[in-house]
């Protein structure tokens, strides 16, 4: 049973970030946009059984919840916090094997190489921002030069997210693909 640390704001006022004392996953981030997406996820499920919870997104030692800006936060946070109190701490060992066995498909070599490496660049100067906003970016793809990103959390819904945080993205990755298109799915 996870114990809450700390609840904090994050740019979106839409949601809040729950930091937690035990983690709820070693590395595997879960993303959540509805119910239906969330039902094969004990914890996801019953957040999303709250009203007005509309992303459910986490990773290790923190949660993000987004509402629809209809409820009162007080009420809200104290009912997520019961779901999140009464959820499993993550198995390290388990959760380390998941993690190591999801494949990269349908990429040739080079474009294997060339993700690698703009994940890299990701995870050293994206990530952690993102992340510490109660959010995070997934990579959905790599066409050409075209990369296909998803924003996670409360990135989803944030209005800066889809301006000026994917420009500063794409321009940071034309550093390394001087041709490369980043856009938003």
Not at 49 to 76: C, M, P
Request: hydrophobic content about 40%.
């Amino acid at each position: 049973m996870p114990k809450i640390a700390d609840i904090e704001d994050t740019p979106n006022p839409n949601a809040k970030k729950f930091i937690l004392k035990e983690p709820l996953t070693w590395g595997i981030t879960h993303s959540y946009d509805n119910a239906g997406e969330a039902e094969a996820d004990l914890l996801a499920a019953s957040i999303f059984d709250i009203e007005h919870v509309t992303n459910v997104f986490y990773v290790d030692h923190w949660l993000t919840v987004t509402q629809d800006g209809l409820a009162d936060w007080q009420q809200l946070l104290r009912r997520v916090a019961d779901r999140v109190r009464a959820a499993p701490a993550a198995n390290e060992q388990s959760a380390r094997l998941t993690a190591a066995t999801i494949p990269i498909d349908d990429l040739s070599p080079d474009d294997q190489q060339r993700l690698y490496m703009i994940n890299g660049l990701l995870d050293e100067q994206i990530r952690p921002y993102l992340q510490g906003d109660g959010g995070d970016l997934h990579v959905l793809g790599l066409e050409g030069n075209r990369l296909t990103v998803h924003y996670q959390g409360a990135c989803g819904s944030c209005p800066s997210s889809m301006s000026g945080t994917l420009v500063s993205i794409e321009q940071l990755l034309k550093t390394i693909e001087p041709d490369i298109e980043v856009v938003a799915a």
